[in-house]
């Protein structure tokens, strides 16, 4: 499937597989997509090379100052020693330099645009934000829409201008019998004014100012005038306004003079009770104009992007209420609602994202807006780039793209076919593009000259240097597509938690090898499935799970040199790590399970190791107090007790309060009044009566990646799965402990 981009002011055209829905998306075959020029126009007017050189040495001129002042508080002294070195700096910058950095930004843009037509992969941010079509696929929380159902679909980066898009279920609607999906491609659009007028409040029989009629404008006073209200329209371009007369139901004008006059005399000199200023301007502040159009005690809601320099005079003795309308409604930039798919109370918030996408459409299914002048062009999906590249929107504020399928045929995979590429018979198929695959998982396969034949991932261009430099050919949105139409020796899984039990039952269902990153899965359910499809076939791939640091050189040092008659172990396990931002997909549960899931479930295995994989017994769990602000806080400040079924007891302290100067992990195995210290995978020594005596030492922290490939790879062919069992073991501890974090009132 094609997708349009934007990339050095320049749009073109990529690749993409058909994407595959998370839990909660909506996968769409596109019929239309809407252009609003003003807005993705603004994306191709490039600065003049002058504006570049302003803003580069202000903001250099800035930090100086910024970093003057910080000196200068704490010591004058060093505040006069940066004064002297940096002037001659500055003087060369500001007078000698400024024709080199001219050059220099020349040759920049030239060399990322000859960059950009000579890159396979090529990335850009995706056009669009407003688009209607047909359900093909639908996520597994997704109960609102069923393949087939005509629906409109909002969100930058979603609702895209691309011949298929992934949208959240919060951002789609169904579309209204009645309403054409030409129409229904413009609800984006429609819900960001449908929500300026529900924060206006307009009443029956008000005075309603409209400042700019723009594409929002227009909406804007297509859907007030459905309220019987009364609709005074200001925009300075005289000629739109002559061309929008014919159809603007109220008084419109480019004078803002004879704008005051008729209100005045229509409203007996008391102004209007509600202005929605759809106006983008930035180069001049214009609230103090629109302010004197007011009456006391009257509103002006904000749509679009103006300055907010105004006068207190006229605001403050009208005693005005300023409002800000913000995109599509309740809803909007919260990520429990666009991304999870939580919904508001509906008898708390009656008029959400969704719901203003619902009501824009209903009035289009009722005839109740006229699309005479929101339309102004119709164009073909195939003519968008040239539309764009040659500037063609500042002709026309609303443009329809059609999109058009007939003798197209729906390629499951992107390919690239590179050119010189190392030819091999050692394939494999890799799932995720994280910073680790890049790093880690797919230099080491090459290392052992094993080399990716198909990659699964969602949104592989945030990788395209690692894509044009690894050569990596054929790009698919899902597993089952890449292993039908791929040769591969095996499967390396490495993307989001929340798909690798279920990636892992499609390798055994094809008998294909895995290399699984931890962890094999992160609900009960997960583990259920799993377990149902592993004894539901005759016989298991080699299935190999990276808990990598029981494989690492150092680990087995240590454990070579526990030599125990019987007796158990006292395993300190500490561990300190940074917090994770809030927001990360590694805390939501639904996606990566939190800390003890993804990482903490690591060193359970590492204990296991060190106790030769005896049964755990039993486990008890202590977190920090919850807080209100931070709800991941208690997931990742734990400490774990485990008992072994060989007397064995690991303490596992996983913190993120201490200090970053501490090493990540220290561990400290005692027994026989012995004491080994494992420092952070780099040092290992052993104290006892006589004192410290050093047994280890590598020469960078080495964790066993680099062992654990070297040993699936060794294994391909075996049948000989006893560590994926001792793995899916403690993945069920993980669980468990994961419940008690979370006070499971169950344990």
């Known amino acids: 499937?094609?997708?349009?981009?934007?990339?050095?002011?320049?749009?073109?055209?990529?690749?993409?597989?058909?994407?595959?829905?998370?839990?909660?998306?909506?996968?769409?075959?596109?019929?239309?997509?809407?252009?609003?020029?003003?807005?993705?126009?603004?994306?191709?007017?490039?600065?003049?090379?002058?504006?570049?050189?302003?803003?580069?040495?202000?903001?250099?001129?800035?930090?100086?100052?910024?970093?003057?002042?910080?000196?200068?508080?704490?010591?004058?002294?060093?505040?006069?020693?940066?004064?002297?070195?940096?002037?001659?700096?500055?003087?060369?910058?500001?007078?000698?330099?400024?024709?080199?950095?001219?050059?220099?930004?020349?040759?920049?843009?030239?060399?990322?645009?000859?960059?950009?037509?000579?890159?396979?992969?090529?990335?850009?941010?995706?056009?669009?934000?407003?688009?209607?079509?047909?359900?093909?696929?639908?996520?597994?929380?997704?109960?609102?829409?069923?393949?087939?159902?005509?629906?409109?679909?909002?969100?930058?980066?979603?609702?895209?201008?691309?011949?298929?898009?992934?949208?959240?279920?919060?951002?789609?609607?169904?579309?209204?019998?009645?309403?054409?999906?030409?129409?229904?491609?413009?609800?984006?659009?429609?819900?960001?004014?449908?929500?300026?007028?529900?924060?206006?409040?307009?009443?029956?029989?008000?005075?309603?100012?409209?400042?700019?009629?723009?594409?929002?404008?227009?909406?804007?006073?297509?859907?007030?005038?459905?309220?019987?209200?009364?609709?005074?329209?200001?925009?300075?371009?005289?000629?739109?306004?002559?061309?929008?007369?014919?159809?603007?139901?109220?008084?419109?004008?480019?004078?803002?003079?004879?704008?005051s006059n008729i209100i005045n005399s229509q409203t007996n000199n008391k102004g209007l009770d509600t202005i929605i200023v759809a106006a983008a301007n930035k180069s001049k502040p214009i609230l103090n104009e629109i302010f004197k159009l007011c009456r006391r005690k009257a509103k002006v809601v904000v749509l679009g992007d103006i300055l907010f320099n105004f006068d207190r005079q006229d605001f403050y003795l009208k005693e005005l209420d300023l409002l800000?309308?913000?995109?599509?409604?309740?809803?909007?930039?919260?990520?429990?609602?666009?991304?999870?798919?939580?919904?508001?109370?509906?008898?708390?918030?009656?008029?959400?994202?969704?719901?203003?996408?619902?009501?824009?459409?209903?009035?289009?299914?009722?005839?109740?807006?006229?699309?005479?002048?929101?339309?102004?062009?119709?164009?073909?999906?195939?003519?968008?780039?040239?539309?764009?590249?040659?500037?063609?929107?500042?002709?026309?504020?609303?443009?329809?793209?059609?999109?058009?399928?007939?003798?197209?045929?729906?390629?499951?995979?992107?390919?690239?076919?590179?050119?010189?590429?190392?030819?091999?018979?050692?394939?494999?198929?890799?799932?995720?593009?994280?910073?680790?695959?890049?790093?880690?998982?797919?230099?080491?396969?090459?290392?052992?000259?094993?080399?990716?034949?198909?990659?699964?991932?969602?949104?592989?261009?945030?990788?395209?240097?690692?894509?044009?430099?690894?050569?990596?050919?054929?790009?698919?949105?899902?597993?089952?597509?890449?292993?039908?139409?791929?040769?591969?020796?095996?499967?390396?899984?490495?993307?989001?938690?929340?798909?690798?039990?279920?990636?892992?039952?499609?390798c055994i269902d094809q008998n294909i090898p895995a290399f699984v990153e931890k962890p094999v899965g992160i609900t009960w359910e997960d583990l259920i499935k799993l377990e149902s499809k592993i004894n539901s076939v005759n016989e298991l791939p080699y299935i190999h799970i990276n808990f990598n640091r029981r494989y690492s050189k150092i680990a087995n040092k240590l454990k070579s040199a526990i030599v125990r008659n019987g007796e158990p172990l006292k395993i300190d396990y500490n561990v300190s790590v940074k917090s994770l931002d809030k927001a990360s997909w590694q805390l939501d549960p639904d996606i990566g399970g939190g800390r003890n899931l993804g990482e903490a479930v690591h060193m359970y295995d590492f204990c296991s190791f060190l106790t030769n994989d005896s049964e755990v017994l039993s486990s008890e769990v202590i977190s920090f107090d919850n807080k209100l602000d931070y709800k991941s806080f208690n997931k990742e400040n734990f400490s774990v007790i485990i008992k072994y079924s060989d007397g064995s007891v690991a303490n596992l302290n996983y913190y993120s309060c201490k200090s970053s100067q501490i090493p990540k992990e220290i561990i400290e195995v005692s027994f026989g009044n012995q004491t080994f210290t494992l420092n952070n995978f780099l040092t290992l020594n052993m104290s006892n009566d006589d004192g410290v005596k050093d047994i280890f030492k590598n020469e960078t922290i080495e964790k066993g990646h680099k062992e654990s490939i070297e040993i699936f790879l060794k294994n391909l062919n075996s049948k000989n799965n006893k560590n994926f069992e001792q793995a899916i073991k403690t993945t069920k501890l993980a669980l468990y402990i994961n419940d008690k974090i979370n006070n499971d009132n169950r344990l």
């Not at 003087?91 to 890159?119: A, G, P, R, V």
């Not at 780039?385 to 500037?391: A, D, I, L, V």
Request: net charge positive; hydrophobic share 35%.
């Open 1 to 259: 499937m094609k997708k349009i981009l934007l990339n050095n002011y320049k749009a073109f055209f990529e690749d993409f597989p058909i994407p595959e829905p998370e839990e909660n998306d909506v996968v769409v075959k596109t019929q239309y997509s809407f252009i609003s020029t003003g807005t993705e126009g603004a994306n191709f007017i490039k600065p003049k090379l002058e504006e570049i050189i302003k803003s580069s040495t202000k903001d250099k001129n800035l930090q100086d100052y910024l970093d003057l002042a910080k000196k200068g508080i704490k010591n004058p002294k060093k505040s006069l020693k940066f004064i002297f070195n940096n002037t001659k700096e500055y003087f060369d910058l500001k007078f000698n330099k400024k024709n080199e950095l001219k050059k220099n930004l020349k040759e920049e843009i030239l060399d990322n645009e000859n960059k950009l037509e000579s890159e396979p992969y090529k990335f850009g941010f995706a056009l669009g934000y407003s688009c209607a079509g047909q359900v093909i696929k639908v996520g597994r929380k997704v109960n609102e829409f069923k393949v087939g159902d005509l629906v409109a679909c909002g969100g930058a980066g979603q609702a895209s201008h691309a011949e298929y898009v992934a949208v959240k279920k919060n951002l789609c609607v169904k579309v209204p019998e009645g309403c054409p999906p030409e129409f229904a491609a413009t609800a984006t659009l429609g819900s960001i004014c449908m929500q300026a007028v529900r924060r206006s409040e307009v009443q029956i029989g008000e005075n309603v100012g409209i400042i700019g009629i723009g594409l929002l404008g227009l909406i804007t006073h297509e859907i007030i005038k459905n309220t019987g209200a009364n609709i005074y329209g200001f925009d300075p371009d005289e000629k739109r306004v002559e061309n929008l007369k014919e159809n603007f139901d109220g008084f419109l004008t480019s004078d803002i003079l004879e704008l």
């Open 324 to 506: 800000i309308s913000t995109s599509y409604g309740p809803g909007r930039y919260d990520k429990s609602y666009e991304q999870n798919g939580l919904d508001y109370p509906y008898e708390y918030v009656r008029w959400t994202l969704n719901r203003n996408l619902q009501s824009y459409l209903k009035l289009a299914a009722d005839k109740k807006i006229n699309y005479t002048n929101i339309i102004e062009k119709k164009i073909k999906f195939e003519e968008i780039q040239s539309f764009y590249n040659e500037k063609q929107f500042l002709n026309n504020k609303g443009v329809l793209v059609e999109y058009n399928f007939e003798g197209k045929t729906d390629k499951v995979n992107v390919n690239k076919n590179f050119k010189n590429k190392i030819q091999t018979t050692n394939n494999y198929i890799h799932c995720g593009l994280g910073a680790y695959s890049q790093s880690m998982l797919i230099p080491l396969f090459e290392n052992n000259n094993y080399f990716i034949s198909g990659l699964v991932a969602s949104n592989h261009l945030l990788a395209k240097d690692f894509l044009n430099q690894k050569k990596i050919d054929n790009i698919y949105s899902n597993l089952s597509d890449a292993i039908s139409n791929t040769k591969c020796d095996f499967v390396s899984i490495a993307n989001k938690h929340n798909l690798h039990s279920e990636q892992l039952a499609k």
